[in-house]
């Protein structure tokens, strides 16, 4: 089945500065990638997706890119903010299209 | 109006001792989810239904058993509670099957003593 590895497992970063998170799947035929973004306590919310025929995204300071070939994608956080402080989680689709595998989780700390 | 609404959002009970957590969403989806959050904040699927026809169950204990009686509700009972079960179940919804947006549930905390 699908695997997700993410990294990495913590990141700090300085108010305004960039951050990257990493993850690779196994599952050649994913089709779909999405991140999610947790807050303490809360539920994990969507924060943004891209699919397997675009190369890269983006929604004002957040983006995704997507290496088909490499299996592996990213999302890059810029001009972080305190409130962007959150565990954030990648996901790959796995074969068929109906199972979400999410990777292990980051925990994003952006200090003022 | 809460999209994906769970209750309870709290359960603290003894090992040995059988509990359910009930799961309904408004927003008119096809698929719901059973998602579990351990202490690491791993988040692994458990259980799918599409159109209340069970379509993923993992490799989890068959003490859990969901069950969806219509395609707005989806819930998960759990028989022989023990230590490790101890998590947080998050209910999930999806427009279709095919992967799309999943919608979560504010999550219901469950402590095994």
């Known amino acids: 089945g699908e695997n997700v590895e993410q990294h990495p497992s913590t990141l700090s970063v300085q108010e305004g500065d960039s951050a990257v998170i990493k993850c690779t799947y196994s599952d050649s035929a994913s089709n779909y990638f999405p991140w999610y973004k947790q807050e303490l306590g809360k539920r994990p919310q969507l924060i943004i997706d891209i699919r397997s025929n675009v190369g890269e995204k983006k929604d004002q300071r957040i983006a995704v890119t997507l290496n088909k070939t490499a299996k592996h994608f990213s999302l890059h956080i810029t001009e972080t903010q305190p409130e962007d402080s959150a565990v954030y989680f990648c996901a790959a689709s796995g074969r068929g299209g109906n199972k979400l595998v999410f990777g292990a989780g980051t925990i994003l700390r952006v200090k003022s | 109006d809460t999209a994906v609404s769970q209750t309870p959002k709290y359960l603290v009970t003894q090992m040995g001792n059988d509990k359910s957590i009930k799961c309904e969403q408004n927003l008119g989806h096809d698929t719901m989810y059973w998602y579990k959050q351990d202490s690491k904040k791993f988040l692994k699927i458990m259980f799918s239904y599409n159109n209340k026809e069970l379509i993923i169950n993992e490799t989890v204990p068959n003490r859990f058993s969901p069950k969806s009686p219509d395609k707005a509700h989806l819930n998960l009972h759990i028989n022989s509670l023990e230590l490790g079960d101890s998590a947080v179940y998050f209910c999930?919804?999806?427009?279709?099957?095919?992967?799309?947006?999943?919608?979560f549930g504010e999550g219901s905390r469950l402590t095994v003593l």
């Open positions: 999930a919804s999806s427009f279709s099957q095919n992967t799309g947006e999943l919608f």
